[in-house]
């Protein structure tokens, strides 16, 4: 993968106690947690990081996100998380993920879009000339994950529903509720026996609108046939969506 592109990013891992579930498995959430890691370490090393754009008011956003799981790995297990930007397209830009196992086999991988906020005006702005000029050094089309849908089924009643509390060590650097607990959250809510004993496949997030400290988010479940479940978040006072998702899970 190294050869992919000059930007790409390889980090290695060893999965911790910390990262695993009941069955030993990393959670679906470590490992996503573990994709941002490696996409934060990226984009300091190409020189855009939030920390090099702070003079201008700029911090990139994360919009969409597909992930594939073809299997978690366990406890102890070596693997390598690649990341690389993959393109431009009028104000958003397009991102990479692809974890190996020790044996090279690809066994998650999750393609996402970004945008580019104005951190004062807390809206999107375009991406300047100095991060475009860096396509060239990118992989092409061709050579990425296919880019992520455009649209979710729409979410007609809850079946399920969960309420969860921003709190103070819930938000990222940007001052909103961090990436991983959007995801983490929607699952929370599915049925028990699907907790239990389901094994996570797709998951397809759109983040609509930021969730701030202290906010009330009502996590609703919408199941719709035997392996795949719709999510949002809802902003409880005001009833406000928050993010939309789509799961499907091994039957």
């Known amino acids: 993968m190294s050869d992919l592109s000059p930007l790409t990013y390889t980090c290695d891992y060893?999965?911790?106690?910390?990262d695993i579930d009941s069955h030993r498995r990393m959670t679906v959430s470590?490992?996503?947690r573990l994709m941002q890691e490696a996409s934060m370490q990226n984009v300091?090393?190409?020189?855009?990081s939030v920390w090099d754009m702070d003079a201008m008011s700029l911090s990139w956003v994360l919009l969409r996100k597909n992930l594939t799981i073809k299997r978690l790995p366990m406890n102890g297990e070596k693997i390598s998380v690649v990341t690389y930007?993959?393109?431009f397209e009028k104000f958003f830009t397009y991102r990479d993920y692809k974890v190996f196992d020790a044996e090279k086999e690809m066994i998650a991988w999750s393609s996402s879009t970004w945008l580019l906020m104005n951190t004062n005006e807390r809206r999107m702005v375009r991406i300047p000339d100095f991060v475009l000029a860096l396509e060239s050094q990118m992989p092409t089309a061709e050579e990425s994950l296919?880019?992520?849908?455009?649209?979710l089924p729409p979410f007609e009643a809850a079946e399920v529903s969960k309420p969860f509390r921003v709190d103070?060590?819930?938000?990222?650097?940007?001052?909103h509720l961090n990436n991983v607990y959007y995801i983490q959250w929607m699952l929370e809510a599915l049925p028990d026996h699907i907790l239990q004993d389901g094994t996570l496949r797709e998951f397809d997030v759109f983040y609509k609108i930021e969730a701030?400290?202290?906010d009330g988010l009502m996590s609703e479940v919408q199941q719709l046939s035997d392996?795949?479940?719709?999510?949002?978040?809802?902003?409880i006072d005001d009833g406000k969506e928050v993010a939309q998702g789509m799961s499907r899970f091994m039957k």
Do not use: E
Not at 146 to 151: F, G, I, L, V, Y
């Open 14 to 18: 060893v999965v911790q106690m910390y």
């Open 30 to 32: 470590a490992l996503v």
């Open 44 to 48: 300091k090393q190409m020189k855009v």
């Open 85 to 87: 930007s993959c393109g």
């Open 146 to 151: 296919p880019r992520p849908k455009t649209k």
């Open 168 to 175: 103070w060590h819930d938000l990222d650097f940007n001052g």
């Open 212 to 214: 701030h400290w202290k």
């Open 227 to 235: 392996d795949s479940f719709l999510h949002r978040l809802i902003r």
